[in-house]
Nanobody, 123 residues
Framework: EVQLVESGGGLVQPGGSLRLSCAAS????????MSWVRQAPGKGLEWVSG????????SYADSVKGRFTISRDNAKNTLYLQMNSLKPEDTAVYYC????????????????WGQGTQVTVSS
């Protein structure tokens, strides 16, 4: 029943921008924290950014801090990731993930993931 559908990925040159979206359904979106997680080719999952249920508390991995912005529109059940100043090392499949509570903590669990959207940064 829970569904997370990512969109907005594509091919972009270094220094370019993309905006990813994640459409959520099957749960009370406004009650749960959300994260973006990515997987580069041949590598494991890397947490990118997290946002609490109300959108007022936000955190980022050091690798994307200052370049990416996470946001959410609870009225539209949608999570966003604005990605600026993209680098080749940002190339990955980007997933949105539902957490098991209101906030992102070291005890949080990702209980649902989307299918992902491919982001390729290349000249």
């Amino acid at each position: 029943e829970v569904q997370l559908v990512e969109s907005g990925g594509g091919l972009v040159q270094p220094g370019g921008s993309l905006r990813l979206s994640c459409a959520a359904s099957g749960f009370i979106f406004s009650s749960y924290a959300m994260s973006w997680v990515r997987q580069a080719p041949g590598k494991g999952l890397e947490w990118v950014s997290g946002i609490n249920s109300g959108g007022g508390s936000i955190s980022y991995a050091d690798s994307v801090k200052g370049r990416f912005t996470i946001s959410r529109d609870n009225a539209k059940n949608t999570l966003y990731l604005q990605m600026n100043s993209l680098k080749p090392e940002d190339t990955a499949v980007y997933y949105c993930a539902k957490l098991n509570g209101w906030v992102v903590t070291y005890e949080s669990t990702y209980d649902y993931w989307g299918q992902g959207t491919q982001v390729t940064v290349s000249s």
